[in-house]
């Protein structure tokens, strides 16, 4: 019984630790819930606005864990699909991509004082009262 009930307790913890880093999207209070889609298209230059009110849309920069499993979950992309796309869409002059900032803190301590901000931090961080607006 014991050889069975540690494995099974390791199994338990790991899948609660990435239960609780669930990414999430959250936005400054002004904003409201929004689709996979539009924040999709956000993400991604094609849309500028979020329920017909600005958004700058906030990534975390490239090699940082989050963004990896936030490309894969809500873009459906790599890190080497996504940096493509905007070298691309830099070239041909169709815009930038979103600002990076550190880490996932620096995320919400901008969402909280720039209206019309949105980034993605996992669950277990978002503090208490914050605005998610999207959530897998």
């Excluded at 069975?4 to 609660?16: D, N, V």
């Excluded at 796309?85 to 070239?91: A, F, K």
């Amino acid at each position: 019984m014991r050889r069975c009930l540690i494995p099974l307790l390791a199994l338990l913890s790991i899948c609660t630790r990435l239960m609780a880093d669930e990414v999430v999207l959250i936005g400054h209070s002004t904003l409201q819930k929004t689709d996979l889609q539009t924040l999709q298209r956000l993400y991604t230059g094609r849309i500028v606005s979020l329920n017909q009110q600005s958004a700058t849309p906030l990534n975390l920069p490239p090699g940082h864990p989050l963004r990896d499993q936030f490309l894969a979950s809500i873009l459906g992309q790599d890190e080497a699909q996504y940096s493509g796309y905007w070298l691309v869409r830099r070239y041909v002059g169709k815009g930038v991509p979103p600002q990076e900032l550190a880490s996932p803190e620096d995320i919400i301590r901008a969402i909280s004082t720039t209206p019309g901000a949105v980034g993605y931090v996992p669950l277990s961080k978002v503090p208490a009262g914050s605005n998610i607006i999207f959530k897998r």
